[in-house]
């Protein structure tokens, strides 16, 4: 990947900050977001004259065609992530997550970009919710995106990243700051955890290894909320609000039908649609 241009959608998320700190030595990183406070926050932290930062919706299929002009490399992780959020507006999620990659798919293609690489879920495996819904869309679409030229697609399907952005340990340590009893949704939840770093390494190392039509799972520690939430309630206990709309109890990381090969640290999944 050294001198190659990379373009990160919504590269000011929990996800996008330490894949560009991994690539910036080596690339000229093009960090594209809606969001224009964290985009004004990042470039203060990193003041690094090879990101280059960027205004844009990956709606907008005008801006997305601009913004790939020369790149060589795209990490799609631009999203909307928030299951109750995207259950109270499916068709904000549906424009965001299906037809927004469906533009980074058409102006991948029409740049001649190499490699792009979405970031999905584990909820696209028998999704219950619109969130999982539009992500298992967005797998099926950049999958099949290897027929039409010599762009390679690939998804990676990770669990939760620990610590991130509306996930639930900072909420923990907020609500005990405030002296407060943590909030437990159902008592045999679990959940695939993997941290920020883990993931950003393995994001990199997918680039290098696609051929184009794999979906990669890393290797992940299914998690039992419920002993984790008795670890850090301490004295302050916690109690129970129930399953948020459109929540499971347990995620899945194959769908029925699916043939994952196990590799050093992840399966794969391969699927060779190219013509």
Known sequence: MR?????ITGGTGSL????????VGDCVVRVLTNNEYELAEMES??????????MGDIRD?????????????VIH????????????NPIEAVKTN??????????AIDNGVDRVIAISSD????????YGATKLTMEKLFIQANVYGNTKFSCIRFGNFQGSRGSVLPLWYEQLERNEPITVTEQDMTRYWITLDKASEFVVRCISEMNGGEIFIPKMPEEDLMELAKVMAGEQGFRFIGKRPGEKLHEMLFAEGEE????????????????
């Open 260 to 275: 994952p090969e196990d590799c050093d640290g992840y399966f794969v999944i391969k699927n060779d649609n190219r013509s």
């Open 98 to 107: 299906v037809i927004g990659s469906i533009n980074v798919i058409d102006a």
């Open 3 to 7: 001198d190659k241009v990379v373009l």
């Open 61 to 73: 299929s005008d801006r997305i065609h601009r913004a790939m002009n020369g790149v060589d490399i």
């Open 77 to 88: 992780t631009a999203a909307l992530k928030h299951v109750p959020i995207c259950e109270y």
């Open 16 to 23: 996008g900050e330490p894949v560009t700190r991994l690539l």
């Open 123 to 130: 909820k696209a495996v028998h999704p219950i919710n619109i």
């Open 45 to 54: 932290h990193f003041n690094n004259s090879n990101i280059r930062f960027l």
